[in-house]
């Protein structure tokens, strides 16, 4: 469902991915790893849009469709959902009246009928049960003084309540204590379903030990220099990064 | 060298709506009319504010001193209009004035319990005229803005509200201006005066608005003298329309221990200005000035706030915000005066602006005069546009690039409406969400919990 195909991008003008090709199939689960600076968080934000990361070559395909050419709420309609690595505070706009307008924004797209406050709150409170958050942080503003753990789990509870077809978590692991990363990984296990798929961006192999992917890449200066299956996370955690950035240095670069 | 105001062309009608208005108060005690006379005399001598003028730098008054304004008429106008005006849920003592004067068969100015008062000030100045002496155009004699000294010559009607010594209301007050008329542009001019004596306490709700869309100019002034320990909030909502020109004063002295707050919204008029000058005038007394400003389209929007810190121990907040869009201009002045013997002051201003494109304009001014050695005052200004961060966040969910900005920009503005009565808030949210650039869409976005 998602094909990119030797992607070159760039951020503020500097190019960051370096010819990036990766298939994604429904029911899948990809983990990118690498180490800082690889291009692991511009691929993610190159998929949700962000403006700023910009494409200038190759091309990124969802189900057929040239996903570039779609605005970022369009993509979220299509059910692509970007759990961030530093979601934003917005103060003055709750939980509960964002997550309302999101879904029903995904609701319309799909020609469902928008749900109405009273099945919208049950719906809601059923998933924050699961994610393990308490009520209360429905009528906070979004983020706003959530502590580093509080604000991942609030991206886990936005992708359990818009169940996106793709979820890509951009190191949503990081920083968390063992209960948070367990509640995101649980988070992420009860999304797995054959017609979803799911990408981990991440650094560590830990958050993997919870969620097992089926295919690992890793990522090294703009370019995925090695795929495999899981133990290729744990010779990674063993070994660090240090061995594939040299057997990249001495690949000749095409 | 500029002309003399009186032999200005605009001199004469003012001249004629002063003689005229001076016929309404022939019953007035006689310090009435010379006080009228002294400020017409300070009117006339100055005139309009000229651009020179640094209180008036960046709000020109030509439009209005250029238009042929008419004392506004005599109208009656029934229940069903002035309605929609009185917030849903209201039920407490309403004085409703329309072009200027009292309208007692409309107005609800009975049952509030003893000790308190609300009255026309004709009324009161019959039955207790030493009462009013002290304060009725005296808690703002030395304004040396022109349009106090207007509003002294020219004002018709008002509201007297009084608080006896220990007064607590528990129901806010409401007064509202209605303006009416479409044919030729009118003027009106109204002054309140509210006294809360010792240990008193009441909430006013001022609300004032256009009926039509007719050019008028409506001039207000409110004096509000706070007695020892006694407690006065202040709320106004105006929104007139968009082609009036509402200009209004707020002038409060706060005894000690007393405590005054305001909270101003302002959405409506071509040109709009707001004063407010409080002088914390006893060991103790607090004030807090907070509003916001919105402006769209043509508007200029004014806000210009003083406060007097006179005595040692007193203290004042500030919280203004502005929203500012279409080729619209907003101004804020605020000035803070810590005088020599006022030390242990503490004062603290901001003010936060959000432009909404490229051709907003906002002049933003705070002025600390500090005279004292041992104060704590701050200040702090910013003007920004919508934290794109945020926008993009917003839109990786699903909402469209105009809806999470109505919803960012709305939410922006909620915040000045934190704590208020709810129903001056639903009243408050109504008019802002119908004013708002994309109101409709943040309307859709916040509705129904």
Redesign the interface.
């Known amino acids: 469902m998602l094909e990119i195909r030797d992607l070159y991008a760039a951020v503020d003008g500097k190019t960051i991915l370096k010819g990036i090709t990766l298939t994604v199939n429904p029911g899948e689960v990809h983990a990118i790893m690498g180490p800082n600076g690889s291009g692991k968080s511009t691929l993610a934000n190159i998929l949700a849009g962000r403006e700023g990361y910009r494409v200038e070559s190759g091309s990124i395909t969802w189900f057929g469709r040239d996903l570039t050419a779609l605005p970022p709420e369009e993509r979220a309609r299509e059910g692509i959902f970007l759990a961030f690595q530093y979601p934003v505070e917005i103060p003055g706009v709750s939980n509960l009246y964002f997550l309302k307008a999101a879904l029903n924004a995904r609701r319309k797209h799909r020609g469902e009928p928008e749900l109405d406050a009273m099945d919208f709150l049950a719906l809601v409170k059923g998933k924050m049960a699961d994610v393990g958050m308490d009520e209360a942080f429905l009528y906070r503003a979004v983020n706003e003084g959530f502590s580093g753990g509080e604000k991942k789990r609030n991206e886990i509870l936005q992708m359990a309540v818009l169940e996106p077809t793709l979820a890509i978590l951009d190191e949503t692991d990081s920083g968390l204590d063992i209960d948070a990363l367990k509640a995101v990984a649980a988070g992420v296990n009860r999304l797995r379903a054959p017609d979803r798929s799911i990408v981990l961006v991440t650094h560590y192999q830990r958050l993997l030990d919870h969620v097992v992917p089926d295919q690992v890449h890793v990522l090294a200066q703009g370019r995925i220099v090695k795929s495999g299956g899981r133990e290729l996370a744990l010779e990674l955690e063993q070994r660090g990064y240090g061995w594939i950035e040299q057997e990249v240095a001495h690949e000749p670069l095409l | 060298m500029s002309l003399s105001f009186e032999s200005r062309p605009a001199y004469l009608p003012y001249r004629e709506a002063f003689d005229q208005t001076g016929r309404l108060w022939d019953d007035a005690p006689a310090w009435v009319a010379a006080r009228r006379e002294e400020a017409w005399n300070r009117f006339s001598a100055v005139g309009f504010p000229s651009p020179r003028d640094e209180e008036w730098k960046y709000t020109p008054t030509s439009a209005i001193e250029q238009t042929a304004f008419r004392p506004a008429p005599e109208t009656l106008l029934v229940l069903r209009q002035v309605e929609p005006f009185i917030p849903f849920g209201f039920s407490g003592p309403v004085a409703v004035f329309v072009n200027g004067r009292l309208q007692p068969a409309l107005s609800r100015l009975g049952g509030l319990p003893e000790g308190a008062t609300l009255v026309g000030l004709h009324s009161a100045l019959a039955l207790w005229p030493e009462e009013l002496e002290p304060n009725l155009m005296r808690l703002a004699a030395d304004e040396d803005n022109p349009f106090a000294a207007l509003n002294g010559a020219l004002a018709e009607d008002g509201a007297y509200l009084r608080l006896r010594q220990g007064i607590e209301l528990d129901q806010p007050v409401l007064l509202l201006h209605l303006t009416a008329g479409n044919h030729v542009p009118v003027m009106a001019h109204l002054r309140h005066l509210v006294v809360a004596e010792a240990g008193s306490r009441v909430t006013l709700l001022a609300r004032q608005a256009s009926l039509g869309d007719g050019v008028h100019f409506v001039d207000t002034l409110t004096e509000v003298a706070v007695g020892e320990g006694a407690a006065v909030d202040y709320l106004k909502l105006q929104e007139e329309s968009p082609r009036a020109y509402p200009l209004a004063q707020l002038r409060a002295r706060v005894e000690k221990d007393g405590r005054f707050s305001s909270r101003i919204f302002s959405f409506g008029g071509q040109l709009a200005r707001e004063d407010v000058h409080v002088e914390l005038a006893g060991s103790g007394a607090s004030c807090q000035l907070d509003g916001l400003y919105l402006a769209d389209g043509h508007q200029h929007t004014d806000t210009h706030t003083r406060i007097d810190h006179r005595v040692p121990a007193t203290s004042s907040r500030q919280t203004y915000k502005g929203i500012v869009a279409g080729r619209a201009r907003a101004v804020f002045k605020g000035r803070v005066l810590v005088e020599r013997d006022a030390q242990q002051a503490d004062a603290r201003q901001a003010n936060h602006n959000l432009l909404l494109s490229p051709e907003a304009e906002i002049d933003t001014t705070p002025q600390l005069e500090i005279y004292a050695d041992d104060v704590k005052c701050s200040h702090g200004a910013t003007v920004g546009q919508l ?4 926008v ?10 105009a ?2 900005r109505a ?2 920009t ?3 503005a ?2 000045a409406m934190e704590g208020a009565i709810p129903c001056v808030r639903e009243a408050v949210a109504a008019t802002l969400l119908e004013r708002l650039p994309g109101g409709e869409l943040a309307r859709e ?2 509705h ?2």
């Open positions: 934290d794109e961060k945020q993009f966040y917003l839109r990786s969910r699903g909402l469209d690039d809806a999470a919803a960012l709305y939410a922006f909620a915040g976005f916040f129904e919990f």
